[in-house]
């Protein structure tokens, strides 16, 4: 998980607790891990995995929640038109998608499809909390 998507949950963590809604064991047990950790003396953004590893950055992470944005789309755009979706084979998907995502070309498009490591990316149905997402969560 990148460092985006462990500041969404926590952003959500903490409108949780702002709400003084009920934590569950396995967050009770989360926090006081954390805590010890901290306490203990290791560097807070490391346990909390907000920290961006040896040769990658926000601006990474953000590239690879974007090609997410573009994978949701044709994902979607395959789907077919009665059920949401725009009924394209995948090679019209790919053409499609480069119009609403310039950065990106048909060839690079159809490499991130096939990537192995994009495969999460590719169900029509994302959320905020799904890994590399590009949405944010919502607050009730």
Known sequence: MNPLDHLKRIKAFAEQLKNKQPLTAE???????VFERIGNG????????????????EKDA???QQISLAMHW????IQPDTNEGL?????????????YFP??????LKKHWYALDKKHMQNPSRGAFDPDSPYDYKKD
């Open 27 to 33: 967050q009770y047990q989360y926090l006081a891990n």
């Open 42 to 57: 290791e560097d807070a953004n490391h346990v909390l995995g907000i920290n961006y590893k040896r040769g990658s950055s």
């Open 62 to 64: 953000e590239a690879r």
């Open 74 to 77: 044709i994902a979607s755009a």
């Open 87 to 99: 009924g394209y084979t995948l090679d019209k998907a790919f053409e499609e998608a480069e119009k």
């Open 103 to 108: 950065d990106f070309s048909y060839e690079m």
